[in-house]
């Protein structure tokens, strides 16, 4: 009988220790990668209905005009564009609104400008930054 109860005994302490590593291993291996990530918004606010002339990127660089990430194609009618990039980082942040079809500016006249818009602060991961972005058009491009 004694047998039995050190087998039962050591059989629940295997099955215990047993699910509670893998319950360990499994929060760990689903943690979401977005909480070491920094997060950037960039707003496009286009108060024309019409879409442009040309293609444009929505990009954001850092203090020395490198791309943090793939650029994004404008579309009109979307004004959300959401980047990431592993942090924390310290420096500058820049959204950009940047033409990418030149060929196509002897066709269309039409040009769209948009200030660009910085942040300058230590970025910590799992946070997120929102830029925004007013495209005009230039005047006398028309």
């Not at 005994?9 to 291996?29: E, P």
């Not at 942090?87 to 066709?107: K, Q, W, Y």
């Not at 818009?117 to 946070?127: E, L, M, P, Q, S």
């Amino acid at each position: 009988m004694k047998k039995i109860s050190y087998l039962v005994v050591l059989v629940g302490l295997v099955m215990f220790i047993t699910s509670t590593a893998f319950s360990l291993t499994k929060n760990k291996s689903s943690r979401n990668t977005t909480d070491e990530m920094i997060t950037y918004v960039v707003e496009v606010n286009n108060q024309s209905t019409n879409s442009f002339c040309q293609s444009y990127y929505v990009i954001i660089t850092d203090d020395r005009g490198n791309a943090i990430s793939f650029p994004r194609m404008y579309h009109a009618g979307i004004d959300t564009y959401v980047f990431h990039e592993y942090g924390p980082v310290s420096g500058s942040r820049v959204a950009r609104f940047v033409e990418i079809d030149h060929l196509n500016s002897f066709t269309c006249g039409e040009k769209v400008y948009a200030i660009p818009d910085a942040i300058v602060t230590n970025f910590r991961k799992g946070a997120s930054y929102l830029f925004n972005l007013y495209p005009v058009k230039v005047p006398g491009e028309d």
